[in-house]
């Protein structure tokens, strides 16, 4: 086990995609019901030395930025992490998310 993510008990609250590793090795992916608001979030996992680090990213609020996360994480080439979500935003649909770590 690398870690164990914390929240709401259910079928979608854990990792809700396939996990993205960039080069230097860190995973990336979104929760659909965890995180401070337990409606997603966006985390880290970093390996130093053998162990795995977590980093919280971002905790979804349904509000501008959304709720239940509804993609995989994808980087781009400076670092940027882009996704989507189901619910949130302006008309209540979702939204396609940026974080700038």
Same mark, same amino acid.
């Given at each position: 086990m690398l870690y164990s993510i914390t929240g709401p008990?259910?079928?979608?609250?854990?990792?809700?995609? %396939?996990? +993205?590793?960039?080069?230097?090795?860190?995973?990336?992916?979104?929760?659909?019901?965890?995180? %401070?608001?337990?409606?997603?979030?966006? +985390?880290k996992l970093t390996n130093s030395g053998g162990s795995w680090t977590y980093s919280s990213l971002h905790d979804f609020t349904l509000g501008d930025d959304g709720g239940s996360p509804a993609s995989s994480v994808i980087l781009d080439t400076s670092g940027n992490l882009y996704g989507t979500t189901s619910y949130g935003g302006t008309k209540g649909q979702g939204v396609i998310w940026e974080i700038t770590p």
């Amino acid at each position: 086990m690398l870690y164990s993510i914390t929240g709401p008990l259910g079928d979608q609250c854990g990792p809700a995609w %396939a996990l +993205f590793m960039d080069v230097g090795g860190s995973l990336y992916d979104t929760t659909q019901c965890d995180g %401070a608001n337990n409606l997603g979030s966006v +985390f880290k996992l970093t390996n130093s030395g053998g162990s795995w680090t977590y980093s919280s990213l971002h905790d979804f609020t349904l509000g501008d930025d959304g709720g239940s996360p509804a993609s995989s994480v994808i980087l781009d080439t400076s670092g940027n992490l882009y996704g989507t979500t189901s619910y949130g935003g302006t008309k209540g649909q979702g939204v396609i998310w940026e974080i700038t770590p």
